[in-house]
């Protein structure tokens, strides 16, 4: 079994051009067309963005893949507005070769490895995981299907799944998936993807703070 970390990568160029595609198309409304300059995409989206006029920034999306486990994926897709792709237990059948013959699982951030003693959280926990790929394997070798078999799999499991999303639905998305309240697992890969996001495109997603 493996054991990994969550995390994420960008996989749209976030760029000025990205800025400048939005601005064409919000001074379409107002029609100020004559008033875009090299440097003028940063200010009007502010603009936009402090006015409520939000529909604009919907005309560019940000691709973003999530390595993350089952349970974060399942509240990632409770988006609406958006396009996924995500690794199928389904048809991934973690007893091949290309898997490593194991099931990948990640860390939980809460339970902190190291301690000794049965009652530790991560000891129950990594029990728990090792006793789940057991059972994975044991009805695969009985000539389960991975279908079959992932009835057994836990939250933990890894998944990577591609999630594209306009960029009004990623500020949403920001705002409740960052907040206080939020699982844990889904703030620790939303806080520094929205940091990250600030520094690319700060216009975008300056004004959204972390909790």
Known sequence: MKIIDAGYEILTPVDNQMLIDIEVAGRVCYKSEDRITETSAEQFIRNLIKAGHEAMI???????KFIVDRGVSHEIVRHRIASYAQESTRYCNYGKDKFGNEITVIRPCF????????????FIWLHAMEQAEKNYFMLLNLGATPQEARSVLPNSLKTEIIVTMNIREWRHFFKLRTAK?????IREVAIPLLKELQQLAPALFEDIEVA
């Open 111 to 122: 339970f902190k490895d190291g301690e000794e003693g049965v009652g530790n959280k991560y």
């Open 181 to 185: 309240v939020a699982h844990p697992q």
């Open 58 to 64: 919907e005309h560019r999306s940000i691709t973003v």
